[in-house]
Each structure stands twice: as C-alpha cells, then as structure tokens.
C-alpha cells in the first residue's frame, strides 16, 4: 500500500532553514507528480509546492514563493523541500503526497507528517 515517510522537520529561528525529505513507497514514484502540503495549528491543510515527474515544471503557492524550493530525485523515490528565510507563519506540520494535479492530492492516506516550528 502506499506509504509516504517525511522527515528533517525541528524547531528553528525566524530566518533560518529546513529540509524536508518525504520517502514514498507502494506506487511508481516516477510516473507521479508529487507535492508538499502544510498544517498550521487550527487550520486547514494547505498546498504549497508541487513537481512534476522529471522536476522541471514546479508550482509554488505564493505564501512561499522565493523562500521554498521543491526537488525530487526518482531513484530515490524522495522528494525534498528546502526551506529558506522561514517566518513564525511557517509553523506547522508538513505532509507529502502524490498530486493528481498540480495542486490536488491524490491519496487519500498520509504519512505521519514532520513538524516544523519556527520562533519569533
């Protein structure tokens, strides 16, 4: 069944950086495009980067546009997020899954997710 592992997630200062790692397993990783997507404390899950399958063509959301950077590497079966200049507003736990467009998710099962906290 499908899988999805995320890790790099912790505790940092305003300004400072993450990278987030998301193993997938139980589907062809290759073949799918892949997105992150954030929880903040009392709200909705929120899209907010996605890949496409050889990772030339990426969407951001605008709330990280310039600050996140989203990669892949299909050997790996693991997509990444770097995540730069990290505001208060970032806090939250982060997810993975596979994207049936470039902004929708398409599993309906998800990983445990990796909190990030960022302080003032």
């Known amino acids: 069944q499908v899988q999805l592992v995320e890790s790099g997630g912790g505790l940092v200062q305003t300004g400072g950086s993450l990278r987030l790692s998301c193993t997938a397993s139980?589907?062809?990783?290759?073949?799918?495009?892949m997105g992150w997507f954030r929880q903040a404390p009392g709200k909705e899950r929120e899209f907010i980067a996605g890949?496409?399958?050889?990772?030339?063509?990426?969407h951001y959301a605008d709330s990280v546009k310039g600050r996140f950077t989203i990669s892949r590497d299909n050997f790996k079966s693991t997509v990444y997020l770097q995540m730069n200049s990290l505001k208060p507003e970032d806090t939250g736990m982060y997810y993975c899954n596979a994207l049936s467009d470039y902004t929708t998710p398409r599993f309906d099962s998800w990983g445990q997710g990796t909190q990030v906290t960022v302080s003032k």
């Open positions: 139980g589907f062809t990783f290759s073949v799918h495009l």
């Open positions: 890949i496409g399958y050889s990772g030339k063509t990426i």
